[in-house]
């Protein structure tokens, strides 16, 4: 998936010696890769520092060193949901519009589901029919109840009905889906502060999640996202969808490094089953494995 990533990298420890050369040569192959200067920067530097502290001559194992720093930088942070010791757990999952919110809904409840776990989704983006329509018909397909009203209706009222029957009946996670687009931002984020407000009220303590979901085809857009709602919203997680969509592995890189919030999930497809937690080994691996596998 993420060939050109590892191949533009290599080029760089196609050398016998650790020189400053391939510091540069890495530097400016991680930049071609997408991954920002920032990080690319703070890649390089921790590279540098273990290198020297280790005492490490050879290529390979300086390479070896580069893949656990990677791994290092995507695991800072990570954090499981929280289990349901006090259903339900409340998800409220934003994000702008088209990146995958409702598709992610559907996988995570799937997931959940086959966790054994009892687990309702709302449709709390009444803004549109067609997004009421497309979760009922997501609950159909994975055998998951929804919550839902008319459209038109007020969002925040959703999210207090569903919670408030889910708290009766015990129901162990509540995921909301929210819009992605309303007349203006403001408008959104204002929706979105009051779903939060109105959720507390009905659970008695803040939401236990909030996450957002990114498209990681999309970049540096992502880090513009994250910023726009954390400002509205007290985000605990991301989800990074159409990973399969993106040769672009370095995105992610940036994305963990530079926003402080762990990675819960990743998508990769439009299936249920296209959906795994974040491993961040295994995204090393996939980013920089050894050259002989
Ligand atoms: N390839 C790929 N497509 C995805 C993935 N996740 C979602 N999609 C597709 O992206 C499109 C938008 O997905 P939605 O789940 O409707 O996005 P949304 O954020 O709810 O969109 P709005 O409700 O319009 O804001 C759909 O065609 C999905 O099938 C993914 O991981 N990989
Ligand atoms: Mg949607």
Redesign the pocket.
């Known amino acids: 998936m993420f060939k050109g990533f590892f191949n533009r990298v290599r080029e760089a420890f196609r050398r016998s010696e650790i020189t400053e050369d391939l510091y540069e040569a890495l530097e400016e192959s991680l930049i071609l890769s997408d991954v920002s200067v920032e990080t690319a920067t703070l890649l390089v530097d921790r590279l540098r520092e273990r290198v020297r502290r280790e005492g490490i001559k050879d290529v390979e194992a300086a390479y070896d060193v580069l893949q656990h720093l990677v791994a290092e930088l995507l695991a800072e942070h990570v954090r499981p949901l929280p289990p349901p010791t006090r259903p339900p757990v409340v998800v409220v999952v934003v ?1 702008v ?8 809904i559907a996988k995570l409840a799937a997931l959940l589901k086959r966790q054994r776990h009892s687990v309702v989704m709302v449709a709390a ?1 009444t803004f549109r029919a067609a ?1 009421i329509e ?1 979760l009922e018909l997501w609950g159909q397909r994975i055998g998951v109840d929804v919550v839902r009203h008319q459209m038109g209706a007020d969002p925040a009222a959703v999210v207090f009905d569903a919670i408030q029957s889910a708290c009766a009946r015990k129901v162990d996670y509540v995921i909301i889906d929210t ?3 309303l007349h203006t931002k403001h408008n959104l984020m204002e929706e979105l502060r009051k779903i939060d407000r109105v959720a507390q009220r009905a659970l008695g303590h803040t939401v236990d999640e909030t996450l957002l ?1 990114l498209d990681a085809t999309t970049g540096q857009n992502a880090l513009v996202q994250a910023r726009e709602f954390a400002q509205a919203v007290n985000l605990t997680g991301l989800v990074l ?5 993106t040769a672009k592995g370095g995105n992610v890189l940036s994305i963990a490094a530079e926003i402080p919030i762990s990675i819960r999930y990743v ?4 299936r249920p089953e ?1 959906f795994a937690p974040f491993d961040p080994q295994r995204f090393a691996r996939e980013l920089l494995p050894s050259p002989e596998a």
């Open positions: 994000g519009n088209g990146v995958g919110k409702t598709t992610t983006d997004a497309q819009a992605g687009r979901v969808t159409k990973l399969d969509g998508g990769t497809g439009e296209d």
